[in-house]
């Protein structure tokens, strides 16, 4: 009788120790696999990025569109064909960078593309699954926040980074399925990533379509090596001075069962605020 409860209980307990270790490599297996950004949906983001003194925190597309249509004569016309921001953006884009990273410890910088949806605040949380559902403030918010991958260093010292964003219509990363032909392609060469130290260019080299758990997704890695597969998978591609960091805005494509688009481009830094305002004549 004794033996047959000893029996028992080591069955239970091996039975436990086996749940746990299970748990642990699920656990692990979702912080490192791709998360799924699909989302496809149009959110208004202001309210949920408003901070204490500044009533928006987010760009308002509207108002860049005001502005370049009736902007006066010597304020320069953003766009992203060109690399060069005006007086006016750059300003507006610091102090929201100064305003953010002074509330949220999760706040590394801000993303800007002109032209386009893309001008967002960009975190960085403990895995890749929270930021999918919650604002820079910590907010429970559908359309999420763009996020860089938890792996990478959050300095940009690696030279292989990805920054995620939802699929949407209106928002987030949904403008980079519009970029999938020729022209638009051709016409959205530049964005800006401003953290709290400094100022990166972002000089777009390729467009690639990769399934989610493809190795380019194993960052950071040898920087020629993501540099070539990019290449490999590209759709489009044109030729840009290399630098020995790279960076690709990553969210969901249709193409097929976990399909994934890279919008990729090299970061430069710049020496000052000063090298990205369009140079007056």
């Known amino acids: 009788m004794v033996r047959r409860a000893r029996v028992l209980i080591a069955?239970?307990?091996?039975?436990?120790?086996?749940?746990?270790?299970?748990?642990?490599?699920?656990?692990?297996?979702e912080q490192n696999e791709l998360p799924p950004l699909n989302y496809n949906e149009s959110t208004s983001p202001e309210t949920v990025y408003t901070t204490a003194s500044t009533t928006s925190a987010m760009s308002s597309a509207t108002e860049n569109a005001s502005i370049a249509a009736t902007g006066s004569a010597d304020e320069y016309q953003l766009s992203a064909?060109?690399?060069?921001?005006?007086?006016?953006?750059?300003?507006?884009?610091?102090?929201?960078?100064q305003e953010l990273h002074s509330q949220f410890p999760d706040f590394i910088g801000w993303l800007y593309m002109a032209d386009s949806d893309i001008d967002y605040p960009v975190a960085q949380g403990a895995d890749n699954?929270?930021?999918?559902?919650?604002?820079?403030?910590?907010?429970y918010y559908r359309s999420g926040t763009l996020f860089l991958d938890w792996r990478c260093s959050r300095d940009l010292s690696d030279g292989t980074n990805i920054i995620f964003g939802h699929n949407m219509q209106n928002g987030m990363f949904g403008d980079i399925r519009s970029y999938r032909n020729d022209e638009t392609f051709d016409s959205h060469r530049y964005a800006w990533f401003f953290t709290p130290d400094k100022v990166y260019l972002i000089e777009f080299f390729a467009l690639s379509i990769v399934s989610g758990y493809d190795i380019m997704y194993d960052v950071p890695c040898d920087l020629n090596e993501w540099h070539d597969r990019l290449l490999e998978t590209a759709e489009f591609q044109r030729d840009v001075t290399m630098t020995d960091k790279l960076v690709a805005f990553s969210t969901c494509a249709s193409d097929y069962e976990n399909a994934r688009a890279l919008l990729a481009g090299v970061l430069t830094a710049q020496e000052s605020i000063e090298?990205?305002?369009?140079?007056?004549?």
């Open 11 to 29: 069955v239970m307990l091996l039975a436990i120790l086996t749940f746990c270790l299970i748990w642990r490599s699920c656990t692990a297996k």
């Open 81 to 97: 064909s060109e690399p060069w921001l005006s007086r006016s953006k750059a300003e507006e884009i610091t102090a929201k960078v």
């Open 129 to 139: 699954e929270y930021y999918l559902s919650h604002a820079i403030n910590g907010s």
């Open 275 to 281: 090298d990205c305002i369009y140079p007056e004549k």
